[in-house]
């Protein structure tokens, strides 16, 4: 049986605190069910960000979307979780990846490794967050209800809900047995680090293996996918040309194609969305921040559905 349809949004602009808890509030009152900050240099911090839209709006959820692993360590990344989400109200979903940019490792003075030494480190530091869970070392930065001064053995990392970001063999079958969600990248990385869209074809192989993968799992994690474009339009074609250049191996139609893209009318992009959930699973869908608006009557169509 299908999931219900999740909606989150990316927000990626800099901005002050009143212009920041504007945005915020738009996604909320849009229906988006997950405000998310990514992990670049240039774009806004994550955990300070996620905890002014906390105090901005009531119901989202708030995510890192996804967190640079080799950006962190992992017993320091705990406490900002714990203490994240004791400040959110337990609304943190935790995101990881591995990372894509050489050039962002290389300002932040930090090793940028071989893939496997990147996912070595990702998979260290879920297994870190996973031993925290179950301990007393987070205790006093995870506030009990009326003050209550935890006993021995109530501490560790609140059960927060884990979201990794993947596309290659070893990383899915990571998701596969940690992941409470699975995020589809759609795209593949080149070796200087920019991305490469994988075919819907290719996305069937990926969510394969995957699924392959969680074949043992008790409870099945809920499927996310990053949609780059959205276009509301009546010409499909015409909506598409101007991102051509970038994807020059590609035609017309076959970037229409591709599952991160959804271009056409509000009634046809509804129906894109449900057959990826169809197709692949995908319930849970998040947009970049440019498509906040756009997106959103599709969000009312189809939320919680």
């Not at 979903?93 to 490792?105: D, K, M, Q, R, S």
């Not at 301990?135 to 209550?148: F, I, N, Y």
Request: with cysteine; charged share 25%; net charge neutral.
């Amino acid at each position: 049986m299908s999931r219900p349809f999740r909606f989150g949004v990316s927000l990626i602009e800099p901005a002050p605190a009143t212009e920041w808890a504007a945005r915020c509030r738009r996604a909320e009152e849009l229906g988006y069910d997950v405000i998310t900050v990514a992990d670049h240099l240039g774009m806004p911090a994550p955990f300070p960000s996620l905890v002014a839209a906390a105090g901005a709006t009531e119901r989202p959820r708030l995510g890192t979307f996804v967190l640079n692993a080799g950006f962190w360590n992992p017993a320091l990344l705990a406490r900002e979780v714990a203490t994240t989400d004791a400040l959110t109200g337990g609304r943190l979903e935790l995101g990881l990846g591995t990372g894509y940019v050489p050039a962002e490792h290389e300002t932040a003075g930090l090793p940028w490794g071989t893939p496997r030494e990147r996912v070595d480190h990702l998979l260290r530091t879920v297994e870190e967050l996973e031993r925290l869970r179950g301990s007393d070392e987070l205790a006093r930065v995870t506030p009990r209800p009326g003050g209550a001064t935890p006993g021995p053995g109530t501490g560790g990392l609140p059960r927060v809900p884990l979201l990794i970001g993947a596309n290659g063999d070893r990383m899915l079958r990571i998701a596969a047995e940690h992941a409470d969600i699975a995020a589809f990248t759609g795209a593949r990385t080149r070796p200087n680090g920019a991305l490469e869209p994988v075919t819907a074809t290719e996305l069937d192989g990926r969510v394969a293996l995957y699924r392959q993968a969680a074949a043992a799992r008790a409870e099945p994690a809920e499927l996310n996918l990053l949609i780059q474009i959205v276009a509301v339009t009546d010409d499909r074609r015409a909506a598409i040309r101007p991102w051509l250049p970038r994807i020059p191996s590609l035609t017309e139609w076959q970037v229409l194609e591709l599952p991160i893209v959804l271009v056409g009318t509000v009634e046809q992009i509804v129906e894109q969305v449900r057959a990826r959930r169809e197709r692949y699973g995908f319930s849970y869908l998040t947009v970049l921040e440019p498509n906040l608006e756009v997106f959103a009557p599709v969000v009312r169509e189809l939320r919680g559905r």
